[in-house]
């Protein structure tokens, strides 16, 4: 497999740093060593191919284990800390894992037959192993997983998706031009929890091409001084994010090129990419390439790719989501099925060998998006993704997920609408819109807003301008009963903006 080929290439020079976290290093040399010697555990103890579930945060056990697994031919499955105890208790239900590592400690307690390995036995694991690498025969093959990532499902069950070795290939041969940078350094941002998909650039695409993963935790991410002082110190020159971590840190007017001077590339996945980070990002590092990419996890991370140019930004319609990847087919389809012409909004279907092969344990929920079809002469894989978009001079467009239209008083109102049309109002920059329940029907809406720059005067007559401003662009019945002024708003593990915290603050 190539990133684990390219691992045991780079160990070769016992100083290459692979990651980066406060005064800690890590070379090549000892992930590699680290790597063997949990695949060789794994091999020597284990009587079968079940996944091995991680349990932790950014601790540096955390990629060898991931590696190791590989190597032994077992998937792996990450789960973050801030997941829940019932949800980390569902997750290794549906896994019955043999191996269940815990980088942190948790009382969730495992059935019989599952072995619990702390993070003291993992490190004698590491220091006591004296053999060499482990044979790629043992390796995970082309069909098997690479790994299970659970996301949250509408019946408030987490759905396991798995991806496996072929999908990631298949990911890889596309997307590497878009990592391949020239830069003075080689050091790629890990700062996206394992156990959402964005990790994958950094984990697979970063480490094949021998980058410095310079880790940025949870701690540091609440601490803003702690923040703005390892980035000064970082020299990153490729920034892999969601959206909502680069407004974070562009909340500091410090965040520019001064601090980061190397920084040649953004990359974005998992978010709508809005005007006004761009605006921003493209004055404050001029020399960085802002890059817009989309896919869901079903997908195997991502599915098409762009470079934002300053033509895109000033264009009233929406930042594309991109181009398809060259092997990638978009179908926009209506509820029926059938395919739209350019300029119509539909459904977007994915047809790719990035497909996934569905759920993991769940032929039900399998069966309602995932489907087999013919592209380009041969038989691929499908993927119904919920999103609405359309297609315009080959370029594509995110209109926001289907399940996102609510209706108020009659009307048929997409939330997403309403927070691009907020962010157009000046000082706005950024706005969450959610709809709030009554009797199981939705009573009004609110919106949290971020402001560009902080307010002398009272907030009502703040809120009262955003509002009448709004009306400008949007129908009466699309402005938000109740705004919310806001210094900061919730992410959660996937580094998202947490809808479900900011409702229950209404």
Known sequence: MFVLEKIAEYAKDANRKAVIHGDKVMTYAQLEHYSNAFADYLLKNG?????????????????????????????????????????????????????????????????????????????DIFASYKGGAVANENWVKPEDNCYILFTSGSTGRPKGVPINRANIENLYNQLISWCDIEAETDIITNQISFSFDVSVVSVYMGVSLGKTLYTIDKSMMETPAALYEGLGSSNLSFWVSTPSFAELCAMSEHFNEKMLPNLKRFLFCGETLTHKLVDTLHE????????????????????????????????????????????????????????????????????SDNVGHGYYGRPDLTEKVFFETESRGQKKRGYRTGDAAYEQNRLYYFCGRMDFQIKLNGYRIELEDIENNMVKVENVSRAVVIPVMKEEKVDYLAAFVLLTKAIDGPKLREITRIKSELAKLVPAYMVPRKI????????????????KVLAAQL
């Open 47 to 123: 009587s079968n191919k079940t996944p091995v579930v991680i349990y932790g945060h950014k601790e540096e056990q955390f990629l060898p284990c991931m590696y190791g697994a590989l190597k032994a031919g077992r998937a792996y499955v990450p789960v973050d800390i801030t997941f829940p105890a019932d949800r980390l208790e569902m997750v290794l239900s549906d896994v019955a894992p043999e191996f269940f590592v815990k980088l942190r400690e948790t009382d969730v307690a495992v059935k019989e037959g599952t072995q619990s390995l702390s993070i003291d036995k993992i490190d």
């Open 284 to 351: 404050r590092f001029p020399n960085a390439d802002v890059v817009n990419t989309y896919g869901p996890t079903e997908a195997t991370v991502l599915v098409t790719a762009s470079l934002i140019t300053r033509e895109m930004a000033e264009d009233p319609k929406p930042i594309p989501i991109g181009e398809p990847l060259p092997e990638v087919e978009f179908r926009i389809v209506d509820d029926k099925g059938n395919l739209l012409k350019s300029g119509e909004t539909g459904e977007l279907q994915i047809i």
């Open 484 to 499: 919310v002024l806001c210094d900061s708003l919730p992410t959660n593990t996937n580094g998202k903006v947490d809808r």
